[in-house]
């Protein structure tokens, strides 16, 4: 039995707030104690730049203000989940850096099942993004589970932004991010949108790869 488990600027002004040094290493701190996301001096007009966008959002003037909202008890409940997706960046692809995943077929799963033959293979996809890591892995282990009966595998998939959680979880992408997945495996593992399905049938063409 496998199991795959996703889990859990600009302003009216038309002129960016600015963020002192001061408080850029308050944020800083702040994302870092509760994120574990740590934020150079370098990043502090990127962060000037994301957070404008909450403001501007909320109808708050300033960053002190700002500031102070998320981290009081109310604001910080509120609040947190939305910096976290403004602050996040999330770089993913599936079958991205592929050799690893050849490794992965090749040498560590034979190994893992050789030594443990009874055992599940328990996988835990941190920072999954839009889920493409997490897919990417099912594909592959069905793969080899199909040629090796008996080995089980689930995989975990988490991340702190509740933004791409909710893509991961949909599991639909744009036609461009299925390129790097092998075509046979593209056709054997992936659904195309009933509207594609139809439109396609309404001009009589072959359906898309």
């Given at each position: 039995m496998h199991n795959l488990n996703i889990n859990n600027a600009n302003n009216n002004n038309k002129q960016l707030m600015k963020l002192s040094n001061k408080l850029f290493l308050d944020f800083s701190?702040?994302?870092?104690?509760?994120?574990?996301?740590?934020?150079p001096p370098e990043k502090k007009f990127l962060?000037?730049?994301r957070l404008s966008k909450r403001l501007n959002d909320l109808k708050i003037k300033s960053f002190e203000e700002y500031f102070k909202f998320l981290?009081?008890?109310?604001?910080?409940?509120?609040?947190?989940p939305e910096?976290?997706?403004?602050v996040t960046t999330n770089k993913t692809n599936f079958f991205r850096e592929s050799k690893h995943f050849d490794i992965l077929s090749n040498f560590?799963?034979?190994?893992?099942?050789?030594?443990?033959?009874?055992?599940?293979?328990?996988?835990?996809?941190?920072?999954?993004?839009?889920?493409?890591e997490p897919y990417t892995?099912?594909?592959v282990l069905k793969e080899f589970s199909e040629n090796?009966?008996?080995?089980?595998?689930?995989?975990?998939?988490?991340?702190?932004?509740?933004?791409?959680?909710?893509?991961?979880?949909?599991?639909?992408?744009d036609h461009q991010m299925a390129v790097?997945?092998?075509?046979?495996?593209?056709?054997?593992?992936?659904?195309?949108?009933?509207w594609q399905i139809m439109k396609h049938r309404i001009l009589g063409r072959g359906l898309p790869h």
């Open positions: 701190n702040f994302i870092y104690y509760k994120l574990g996301i740590n934020l962060l000037q730049a981290t009081n008890k109310s604001g910080l409940i509120k609040e947190l910096m976290v997706n403004v560590v799963l034979p190994e893992y099942y050789k030594q443990n033959s009874n055992r599940s293979l328990k996988i835990w996809s941190a920072g999954c993004s839009i889920g493409a892995l099912a594909i090796n009966k008996g080995s089980k595998f689930s995989i975990l998939s988490t991340d702190i932004s509740t933004k791409v959680l909710m893509t991961a979880k949909k599991a639909i992408y790097p997945i092998p075509m046979d495996l593209r056709k054997k593992y992936l659904l195309i949108l009933l």
